[in-house]
């Protein structure tokens, strides 16, 4: 047996399993829909996250002719490969595209195709089916959703034929717990050697289908709408691999975060800056669930220390002011306090906040924050500075903690017991 043992390891260690997510700028319907912004998150973030996250991927590649993509592609940890014009068409199958991608990539024998429109797929979904691969031997394993749909056939241009049953006896119309459903394709992947590939094919030789609960078999091309999708995510998508109920602290800048970064000066020198009572309002929700919130006031755009003293006793927080460094402040208060990284959240608005929102377990900044810090954030709020981002910011961290809560929840009552 030892020389069995040996053979499939040796296998595995010259195959290269590839994740490649084909993202189009020019999509039919709504323009640069693959990075428009879903529960906070650019579309194609949903996947490349869960992609990166299982862990069983050799490399994660978006395939896309479209810079702003390949900025969003590279913010989400993926490499990039820049498809020819040739595939670049409406007409272009995914199939051309994937075997452009294989002639380019020759070292990859594993490729699997994911959908940018399915934000619900989880790591946990990508490992079973990549065993599939690995350890049974299939060539191509794609996933299905298990649906309830009696078919009829379609009688044309009214010809006045009777229509018939396509799978189902109606003088016996199952219950729908008698009868198990049709497994459909849901779209979020399909895995497939090189050698299928190179032969025209996502689908064939020794081929297995993965079955995915309806809830995360999300297809947002073909049946749901941007505000409905929303809902399903926040609360059957994969937010990442940290604890979500980690978050004890949140820094915030003054300006740009908590004031739309205007500053008014009156005819008698005084200088007045308008705060949102919604945001208000969202730090004391952040403090009623022991999320510290601290104000950061940068030195190259100070605030007078008297109307900080003011914002301070209003927001019921302290105000850090004239911080020169802003990763540095940060640090030593996160060290003072013996709390990590991914316990601390950060809504920041622009360059000099770039290291932070990167390194902080949530960051967020406003929906009108420069390029640069958009891309280093990894929430990105509807609203506007100084109109309730802050307060928007405030309850996705306590929906990220709500969800940690319930799922521990259910792990306790282990769903075994049933």
Not at 98 to 111: C, G, L, S
Not at 159 to 180: C, F, H, I, V, Y
Not at 339 to 360: F, I, Q, R
């Amino acid at each position: 047996g030892e020389a069995q043992d040996h053979e499939p390891r040796k296998e595995a260690q010259t195959r290269h399993i590839a994740a490649l997510i084909l993202a189009r700028g020019g999509s039919k319907g709504i323009p640069l829909k693959n990075i428009k912004m879903l529960a906070g998150v650019p579309l194609i973030g949903w996947v490349l996250r869960a992609a990166v996250d299982s862990g069983v991927f050799d490399s994660v590649w978006v395939s896309t002719d479209h810079d702003e993509i390949e900025k969003v592609a590279k913010a989400w940890g993926a490499k990039v490969h820049r498809r020819s014009p040739e595939v670049s068409k409406d007409s272009t199958s995914s199939l051309e595209t994937i075997q452009e991608f294989a002639r380019m990539q020759p070292d990859i024998t594993v490729f699997c195709n994911i959908q940018a429109t399915s934000p619900c797929l989880h790591p946990h979904h990508l490992k079973a089916a990549v065993e599939m691969i690995t350890k049974k031997g299939y060539e191509s394993v794609f996933s299905v959703v298990r649906r309830h749909h009696f078919r009829w056939e379609e009688v044309k241009g009214g010809e006045g034929t009777s229509t018939k049953p396509l799978n189902l006896d109606p003088a016996r119309r199952p219950r729908r717990q008698d009868w198990p459903g049709e497994l459909c394709e849901n779209g979020s992947f399909y895995f497939a050697t090189r050698e299928l590939v190179e032969k025209g094919l996502l689908q064939g030789g020794k081929l297995a289908y993965f079955e995915m609960l309806p809830e995360y078999s999300v297809d947002i091309d073909v049946d749901i709408d941007w505000p409905v999708a929303e809902q399903r995510v926040l609360r059957y998508g994969y937010f990442g691999a940290d604890k979500l109920d980690a978050v004890k602290l949140l820094f915030c800048n003054v300006s740009g975060c908590l004031t739309d970064g205007q500053s008014y000066l009156s005819a008698t020198g005084e200088e007045i800056v308008s705060v949102n009572g919604r945001d208000v309002a969202g730090v004391r929700m952040l403090k009623k669930e022991e999320v510290e919130v601290i104000f950061l006031s940068s030195s190259d755009d100070p605030i007078p220390k008297a109307l900080a003293d003011k914002l301070s006793r209003k927001m019921n927080c302290k105000i850090r002011q004239g911080v020169q460094d802003k990763q540095a402040e940060v640090k030593k208060i996160v060290d003072a306090r013996h709390l990590m990284w991914k316990e601390v959240a950060y809504l920041g608005s622009d360059e000099p906040d770039v290291d932070c929102l990167s390194l902080s377990g949530v960051s967020g900044v406003p929906q009108d924050a420069p390029t640069v810090a958009l891309n280093a954030a990894k929430y990105i709020c509807r609203s506007p500075a100084g109109r309730g981002a802050l307060r928007e910011f405030a309850e996705y961290i306590l929906l990220l903690k709500k969800k940690e809560r319930s799922k521990l929840e259910q792990d306790r009552i282990g769903r075994d017991n049933f």
